[in-house]
């Protein structure tokens, strides 16, 4: 089962190295994507890069709301979530480039 106090205190503990990882993570993998669909790769590469950085993003996003939960609101916090949610959308916005027409876009 899912103990949601075990993966806050893990959260709050590895905070830093968490960070460290999913920060770099998010925009590598989302400069990918965009780099991906910028010169005309397959979709398949799109999809497999674009669902690895959307992986990170919500990894971020879910390591954001457990300091929420905490009651950690920092300017940083924000700050993260926002990194976070661009990623998300970028690699939104990359897949749906590339399954709609052009003429539409």
């Known amino acids: 089962m899912l103990d949601f106090n ?3 205190e893990f959260s709050s503990t590895y905070c830093i190295g968490i ?3 999913l920060i770099p993570a998010n925009l590598v993998t989302t400069s990918s994507t965009i780099i991906c669909t910028l010169l005309g790769r ?3 590469n799109i999809w497999q890069t674009a669902g690895i950085a959307s992986i990170f993003a919500l990894l971020m996003i879910l390591h ?3 300091w ?3 009651g950690v609101v920092m300017a940083p916090t924000y700050i993260l979530l926002a990194l976070a949610s661009i990623c998300l959308f ?3 916005g990359a897949v749906l ?3 709609m027409p052009c003429k539409y876009i």
Do not use: E, G, H, S
């Open 64 to 66: 954001v709301f457990a």
């Open 97 to 99: 480039k590339r399954q």
């Open 90 to 92: 970028a690699n939104l």
């Open 19 to 21: 960070c460290a990882f």
């Open 42 to 44: 397959p979709m398949i």
């Open 6 to 8: 075990t993966l806050t």
């Open 68 to 70: 929420f939960m905490m």
